[in-house]
C-alpha cells in the first residue's frame, strides 16, 4: 500500500515514488583492458539484476538508426579519447562511448532500456557511464564532471546504491 501525504511537494512526492518504483543502480568502472561483459552479465543473472552496457545500447540504436540513434547522431560531438586506452577494442567502445552523445539523451535512452529489460529486479548493473578520464583533452575533461553524471543517474534513472571498479 502506498501512503503518499498530500501535502508534500511535487520533489518530495517524486522523490519517495522513485525509492520506491526506481530500479538502484550499481555503477560499473573498469579499465579498459579488462574485459567484464561476461562476468557482468553472469552476476545480473546469479543475483536477479539486470544488467546494461551503455556502449552497446548506443552502438545497437545508432547503427540501426532508430529514432533513438537518429536524435544521437544528431548530438554527437567526437571528443579525443586519451592515447592510453587505445587497446583492442571489439564493442567499439571508443566510437560509442557516452562521452560523444548529449548526456541526458543517453540518460532518458538507458531508461527507457532499463524498464524494457527490467521484470522483477531490484537492482541494474550499469556499465560505460563515467569516462571522464578516458578523455584526451583536458578542456574536454572539465567540461564532463563526475557529479554532472551523476546527478543524472540519479535524477533519471534510480538512486545510485554502488560503484564497482575493475
Not at 45 to 62: D, P, T
Amino acid at each position: 500500500m502506498i501512503n503518499l501525504a498530500t501535502d508534500s511537494s511535487i520533489e518530495t512526492t517524486t522523490r519517495e515514488l522513485n525509492n520506491r518504483f526506481a530500479p538502484k543502480v550499481i555503477l560499473v568502472n573498469h579499465v579498459k583492458s579488462l574485459p567484464v561483459d561476461t562476468t557482468c552479465a553472469n552476476v545480473a543473472i546469479k543475483y536477479n539484476m539486470v544488467y546494461i552496457s551503455a556502449y552497446q545500447v548506443l552502438k545497437h540504436h545508432v547503427q540501426s538508426n532508430t529514432e533513438w540513434g537518429k536524435k544521437l547522431t544528431a548530438t554527437r560531438c567526437t571528443k579525443e579519447i586519451s592515447p592510453d586506452l587505445m587497446v583492442r577494442d571489439e564493442f567499439n567502445e571508443a566510437m560509442y562511448s557516452p562521452i560523444h552523445y548529449d548526456l541526458p539523451l543517453v540518460m532518458q535512452l538507458l531508461k527507457e532500456t532499463i524498464t524494457e529489460k527490467r521484470t522483477n529486479q531490484k537492482f541494474v548493473l550499469l556499465e560505460g557511464l563515467c569516462n571522464k578520464t578516458k578523455l584526451a583533452g583536458l578542456d574536454d575533461q572539465l567540461q564532463l564532471r563526475y557529479m554532472d553524471e551523476f546527478f543524472n543517474i540519479e535524477l533519471i534513472i534510480g538512486e545510485v546504491a554502488a560503484v564497482i571498479g575493475f
